[in-house]
T-cell receptor, first 110, second 116 residues
Framework: RKEVEQDPGPFNVPEGATVAFNCTYSNSASQSFFWYRQDCRKEPKLLMSVYSSGNEDGRFTAQLNRASQYISLLIRDSKLSDSATYLCVVISANDYKLSFGAGTTVTVRA | GAVVSQHPSRVICKSGTSVKIECRSLDFQATTMFWYRQFPKQSLMLMATSNEGSKATYEQGVEKDKFLINHASLTLSTLTVTSAHPEDSSFYIC????????????FGSGTQLSVL
């Protein structure tokens, strides 16, 4: 089983819609969680960290569910510029090793 | 913010040649650097972790004699793809951490390698 798994999508949504997707992780010792955004053939850029209590950054909301071992990302009022691949990243508490999910592709259409 | 410079951004080479990719941290000292490979429509796959002054740690399935990593200084790590073959064609990205336990990653802009 992969350490980090994501629904690859693609999620095709109209502008203004809400889209949400999850990322599951297998290592219960995982301690830190992040969402990165990657545009085609570019380097990933940090979108937001995921805190235990959940957190918001503008139109983006991240949640962590430790019991079920998943994190989620919700995008409200989608913009065309939100079209990208969203990678979840999990860091292990044991060795600080980073594990990347395969990415969820979101396409926002006009 | 911290910047990691990676070059070249694109390289096309003949089969059998070696290609060197550089990754530099411009305004911080990176004790740990990571090298990833990404095939089309796939995720980043960690190839190796390099710590300054010591040998790189390679992930399972990555040939250390083929992908030579040198992290000779706190601001520079290089990846050399030796005797490149068409199947080595991929997008290679480096990232750097200030310390081994620092969670913040800074990415290079990637190198698209095409082996003919």
């Amino acid at each position: 089983r992969k350490e980090v798994e994501q629904d690859p999508g693609p999620f095709n949504v109209p502008e203004g819609a809400t889209v949400a997707f999850n990322c599951t992780y297998s290592n219960s010792a995982s301690q830190s969680f992040f969402w990165y955004r990657q545009d085609c053939r570019k380097e990933p850029k940090l979108l937001m960290s995921v805190y235990s209590s959940g957190n918001e950054d503008g139109r983006f909301t991240a949640q962590l569910n430790r019991a079920s071992q998943y994190i989620s990302l919700l995008i409200r009022d989608s913009k065309l510029s939100d079209s990208a691949t969203y990678l979840c990243v999990v860091i292990s508490a044991n060795d600080y090793k980073l594990s990347f999910g395969a990415g969820t592709t979101v396409t926002v259409r006009a | 913010g911290a910047v990691v410079s990676q070059h070249p951004s694109r390289v096309i080479c003949k089969s059998g040649t070696s290609v060197k990719i550089e990754c530099r941290s411009l305004d911080f000292q990176a004790t740990t650097m990571f090298w990833y490979r990404q095939f089309p429509k796939q995720s980043l796959m960690l190839m190796a972790t390099s710590n300054e002054g010591s040998k790189a740690t390679y992930e399972q399935g990555v040939e250390k004699d083929k992908f030579l990593i040198n992290h000779a200084s706190l601001t520079l790590s290089t990846l050399t793809v030796t005797s490149a073959h068409p199947e080595d064609s991929s997008f290679y990205i480096c990232s750097a951490r200030q310390t081994a336990t620092n969670e913040k990653l800074f990415f290079g802009s990637g190198t698209q390698l095409s082996v003919l």
